[in-house]
């Protein structure tokens, strides 16, 4: 994309807010349940949208995990925290692997952005870079069964079980 064109839409300008409202009100989105994840054990789960197939919006999963304490895992405080350390935000140019970005120079480029398509940090392999992190989150406990587990069951190959949890930050849009 040619530089100039990065913010022409001026999609930065948009109130998502009232976007999202207006996509509700249209019933774009479709219904959809809703369960709080702090009162609803793992069996009701199971018995209800996950053997009828249905969505779900979960809710009050994550309050309890330290990520969401003290600033956590805002973008300046990961800057703070590990500063230095670089995570994926895409594939390089010529296609040849994954881009990486310094934390601080993606909060910098991300306080200043006005990119219809902004960069996002997206990094499945991000414990390699901020192993502590790992600590400071969990499955809710409404998802008592992890199923890609399954996938390395047997195996010696640490390579079996796809990317499966994944640090993605990013500006608005």
């Known amino acids: 994309m040619d530089v100039d064109a990065w913010g022409s839409g001026r999609l930065f300008q948009e109130d998502l807010e009232r976007a999202a409202e207006a996509a509700l009100a249209s019933g774009i989105l479709g219904t959809m349940g809703t369960l709080d ?3 609803t054990p793992a069996s009701t789960f199971d018995a209800g949208w996950d053997a009828e197939r249905e969505p779900a919006l979960v809710m009050g999963g994550c309050e309890s995990w330290p990520a969401f304490r003290d ?12 500063e230095g350390s670089s995570f994926e935000c895409g594939e390089s140019p010529a296609g040849e692997g994954t881009a990486l970005m310094s934390i601080e120079s993606f909060v910098e480029y991300s306080d200043h952005q006005a990119d219809d398509d902004p960069l996002y940090l997206f990094d499945g392999t991000f414990e390699s870079s901020a192993p502590e992190l790992e600590r400071e989150y969990g499955a809710p406990s409404v998802f008592a069964h992890d199923l890609l587990a399954l996938l390395t069951e047997g195996s010696d190959d640490p390579d079996a079980r796809p990317p499966w949890r994944w640090l993605l930050v990013g500006p608005t849009r």
């Open 37 to 39: 994840a702090r009162d």
């Open 71 to 82: 600033g956590g895992w805002s973008p300046a405080m990961l800057a703070a925290r590990f």
